[in-house]
């Protein structure tokens, strides 16, 4: 019985086991460094994609800005003031084009008519926005364009001065044009027109 017990007599018979186990680690290592190795390929791919994406933005950004800077050099010294002023109107909230169109409408008789606004600057004059304008209206009375001028210099909105006057010629009548500095100082408190006609409508 005691030399039944002794294991050293029966030596360990089962010499798969750690084969099998060591197979089983080097498989899951192989498989773990192919997901790494695919995972670092793709991160590879996407970093090529996303620098190539960037030289294609620089080169089209460095493309855009040459056609910016040879318009720019085909403009002359008073169309590029112009485009500046045109920029700061549209970049600047505060003014609104419906306003401008709105304190014009009220001013210009009936036997006037708009034909040019032009934006030379816009500036800030305290807490509110200063357009200096060049407008262009054209007419066949002189005497109605000349008190448009002076209902304008009188608004407190408007301060116009006639710069020149041109004979037009057409086909059935002739007219006058007529261009203006203006500088047009948006009321701070403004009321279309549809505002004014629901006020009244409440006050009855």
Same mark, same amino acid.
């Given at each position: 019985?005691?030399?039944?017990?002794?294991? /050293?007599? =029966?030596? #360990?018979?089962?010499? %798969?086991?750690? !084969?099998? *186990?060591?197979? +089983?680690?080097?498989?899951?290592?192989?498989?773990?460094?192919?997901?790494?190795?695919?995972?670092?390929?793709?991160?590879?791919?996407?970093?090529?994609?996303?620098?190539?994406?960037?030289?294609?933005?620089?080169?089209?950004?460095?493309?855009?800005?040459?056609?910016?800077?040879?318009?720019?050099?085909?403009?002359?010294?008073?169309?590029?003031?112009?485009?500046?002023?045109?920029?700061?109107?549209? /970049?600047? =909230?505060? #003014?609104?084009?419906? %306003?401008?169109? !709105?304190? *014009?409408?009220? +001013?210009?008789?009936?036997?006037?008519?708009?034909?040019?606004?032009?934006?030379?600057?816009?500036?800030?004059?305290?807490?509110?926005?200063?357009?200096?304008?060049?407008?262009?209206?054209?007419?066949?009375?002189?005497?109605?364009?000349?008190?448009?001028?002076?209902?304008?210099?009188?608004?407190?909105?408007?301060?116009?001065?006639?710069?020149?006057?041109?004979?037009?010629?057409?086909?059935?009548?002739?007219?006058?044009?007529?261009?203006?500095?203006?500088?047009?100082?948006?009321?701070?408190?403004?009321?279309?027109?549809?505002?004014?006609?629901?006020?009244?409508?409440?006050?009855?």
């Amino acid at each position: 019985m005691i030399t039944k017990l002794n294991l /050293a007599t =029966k030596p #360990f018979r089962n010499r %798969r086991t750690p !084969y099998i *186990l060591a197979a +089983l680690v080097a498989f899951l290592s192989v498989i773990s460094l192919l997901l790494l190795y695919s995972q670092f390929r793709e991160n590879e791919n996407r970093r090529e994609i996303a620098e190539r994406q960037i030289e294609e933005m620089k080169a089209e950004i460095a493309e855009q800005q040459a056609k910016g800077q040879a318009v720019q050099q085909q403009l002359s010294p008073m169309q590029r003031d112009l485009l500046v002023a045109s920029h700061k109107l549209v /970049a600047n =909230k505060t #003014f609104g084009w419906s %306003r401008l169109f !709105y304190d *014009l409408e009220r +001013l210009i008789p009936g036997s006037v008519s708009a034909s040019r606004i032009a934006v030379e600057n816009v500036y800030r004059d305290r807490d509110r926005i200063r357009a200096e304008l060049e407008v262009t209206v054209i007419s066949r009375d002189y005497q109605a364009v000349m008190a448009m001028i002076a209902a304008m210099n009188e608004s407190g909105v408007f301060r116009s001065e006639l710069r020149s006057q041109n004979l037009q010629a057409g086909q059935r009548s002739t007219f006058s044009e007529y261009t203006m500095a203006v500088t047009y100082l948006p009321p701070i408190a403004f009321s279309t027109p549809a505002d004014v006609a629901q006020n009244e409508g409440g006050a009855e």
